[in-house]
C-alpha cells in the first residue's frame, strides 16, 4: 500500500512521529507521500524525508488556505527551490481551491493555484490537488492547461458521479480515496461503483478524516488498510488486487 497524502511531519506527531512510520511499516505501508502546506512546514517535512530515506516523499506548494497578502513573495521563495537541479520534490502539492470557510480571497486563491499549474507544466511533475467547496472554479482553473500534459491526484473526493466524471475528464488525473469511504452515510461508494479502480489512489490525509472504526482520532498512515479493505469491499475484489492496482496507478501519476 502506498499513503499518497499525509501531513506526519506536522506537530501533532512530534510525541511518537517515529512509532508512526514504524506502525506503518507493520501495516504494510510502502511509501509516504507528504504534500507540503506552507514555508513553516518545508524544514519539518524535509527532515522526517532525511529520517526515512526512500520511504518520505515530500512535495512542494502552497496549499489554499494558507494563501496570505505575502503569496507572491512566498511562490517565488518555493518556485525557486524547485529549480535546484537536485530538488527532491515529487509533486506540486498541496495546492488548489477552498471556498468553504472564506471566499473572500477567492481571486487571490486561484491566481495562486494557476501560478502552481504552470509550475507542474514547467518542471514536469504532477499535482496534488486539494478542492472543497470550489469544483467548478477549479476546472475552469484547469482547462486551460488540459493539453499541456497535466497529471496528479484530485486529494480526498467526496464529490458526485458527475463531479468524478468531469474531473478524470483530465487525462492523467486520479481521485484520492481515504477515510471518508468508510464512513457510514457517505455516498462515495456508490459514486465509485462508476469510477474504473486505474483512476484511484489510496489516502489518508494524516492527521485528519481517520477512517471506520478510528473515526474522530488522529489518522496515521497505518490506517490506509481500512481504505484499501473499504475499495476492495466497493469493487468486490481482493484487496490485494486494490494494493497492485493502486500502487500501479500512484507509480504511474508520480513517475516512481
Not at 123 to 128: G, S, V
Request: hydrophobic share 40%; glycine share 6%.
Amino acid at each position: 500500500m502506498i499513503d499518497t497524502h499525509s501531513h506526519i511531519y506536522g506537530p501533532e506527531y512530534d510525541e511518537d512521529r517515529e512509532l508512526v512510520v514504524q506502525r506503518a511499516r507493520q501495516a504494510g505501508v510502502e511509501r509516504i507521500l507528504l504534500p507540503n502546506i506552507n514555508e513553516a512546514s518545508i524544514e519539518p517535512m524535509l527532515s522526517l524525508c532525511h529520517s526515512f530515506p526512500g520511504y518520505c516523499f515530500p512535495m512542494m506548494g502552497l496549499h489554499p488556505e494558507d494563501v496570505t497578502d505575502d503569496y507572491p513573495q512566498v511562490l517565488n521563495r518555493m518556485e525557486n527551490l524547485l529549480k535546484e537541479s537536485s530538488h527532491p520534490y515529487i509533486a506540486i502539492g498541496e495546492v488548489g481551491l477552498d471556498f468553504y470557510w472564506d471566499a473572500s480571497h477567492s481571486q487571490e486563491q486561484i491566481e495562486v493555484f494557476t501560478r502552481q499549474i504552470e509550475w507542474a507544466v514547467r518542471y514536469k511533475l504532477p499535482l496534488m490537488i486539494h478542492s472543497r467547496s470550489a469544483h467548478d472554479q477549479l476546472v475552469q482553473a484547469i482547462r486551460p492547461f488540459a493539453s499541456e500534459g497535466l497529471r496528479g491526484v484530485f486529494h480526498c473526493f467526496s464529490g458526485t458521479l458527475d463531479e468524478a466524471l468531469e474531473l478524470l475528464s483530465f487525462d492523467g488525473f486520479v481521485l484520492g480515496i481515504g477515510g471518508v469511504a468508510t464512513f457510514k452515510k457517505s455516498t462515495l461508494p456508490e459514486v465509485l461503483q462508476s469510477v474504473p479502480l486505474q483512476r484511484i489512489v489510496l489516502e489518508t490525509d494524516s492527521p485528519y478524516l481517520a477512517p471506520v472504526p478510528y473515526r474522530g482520532k488522529r489518522n496515521e498512515p497505518a490506517y490506509v488498510v481500512e481504505v484499501m479493505h473499504k475499495v476492495a469491499n466497493i469493487y468486490n475484489v481482493a484487496p490485494e488486487e486494490v494494493e497492485k492496482v493502486t500502487n500501479a496507478n500512484v507509480k504511474h501519476v508520480f513517475c516512481m
